[in-house]
C-alpha cells in the first residue's frame, strides 16, 4: 500500500513539475511573439505584454465568425467576466475591435484589427512548431500506450477543472 502512495504522490509532484513548466512555456511564447512582432517593426508593442489566454482568445476571433463573449467563454472554458477583461485590453492594445449588428444592438461581436491578425498569426506558427515536436514524441507510443495517455489527459484536466470550478 505504501508503494501505491509513493507512486501517487510522485505523479503528483511530477504534475506540479509540469504546471510550473506550462508558465515557463507561456513566458517564453509571450518573449517570443514579443520580438518577432518588435523585429518586424511593431514598436508599438515594445511595452505591451501579450499573455497567451490573449492569444487564445484572439484565435478564437479569428476562427469563429460572429462569436459574442458568451460563445468565446465557452469555446475556450473560461468565464464571460475573464473573457470581458481580456477582450477589453485587447481593444486596448489595439488588437480588436467590438461592434454590433444593426439588427440586433444588444450582443458585441469581435473582430481582429490588423495587428491583432499579425499576432493571431505569429501565435499560430508557434503553435505548430510546437505540435511538430509533440507528434514527434508521441509517434514512438504504441496505441494503447496512446489510448492511456488521452485517458489520463482528459482525466487530468478534468481534475483540474474540478479544483478551479471549486474557487
Known amino acids: 500500500m505504501q508503494n501505491r502512495e509513493k507512486k501517487i504522490q510522485n505523479l503528483i ?3 506540479e513539475v509540469l504546471i510550473y513548466q506550462f508558465n515557463d512555456l507561456e ?3 509571450k518573449q517570443a511573439l514579443g520580438d518577432v512582432l518588435l523585429e518586424q517593426g511593431h514598436e ?6 501579450i499573455s497567451l489566454a ?3 482568445v484572439l484565435d478564437c476571433i479569428e476562427r469563429n465568425e460572429m462569436f459574442n463573449t458568451t460563445a468565446i467563454a465557452k ?3 473560461i468565464t464571460k467576466g475573464g473573457i470581458s477583461k481580456i477582450t477589453t485590453r485587447l481593444i486596448k492594445k489595439n488588437m480588436i475591435e467590438a461592434y454590433r449588428l444593426t439588427n440586433n444592438q444588444k450582443e458585441i461581436y469581435y473582430r481582429l484589427k490588423p495587428l491583432g491578425r499579425k499576432v493571431f498569426e ?3 506558427t508557434l503553435h505548430k512548431e510546437a505540435e511538430e515536436v509533440f507528434k514527434k514524441t508521441f509517434s514512438a507510443y504504441s496505441q494503447g500506450e496512446l489510448e492511456f495517455a488521452s485517458r489520463f489527459l482528459a482525466d487530468i484536466t478534468a481534475a483540474i477543472r474540478a479544483t478551479t470550478d471549486s474557487k
Not at 508599438?44 to 505584454?49: A, H, K, P, T, V
Request: hydrophobic share 25%; with cysteine.
Open 44 to 49: 508599438e508593442l515594445r511595452n505591451i505584454s
Open 27 to 29: 513566458e517564453y511564447e
Open 75 to 77: 469555446k475556450l472554458n
Open 13 to 15: 509532484s511530477e504534475l
Open 122 to 124: 505569429l501565435h499560430e
Open 54 to 56: 490573449e492569444c487564445h
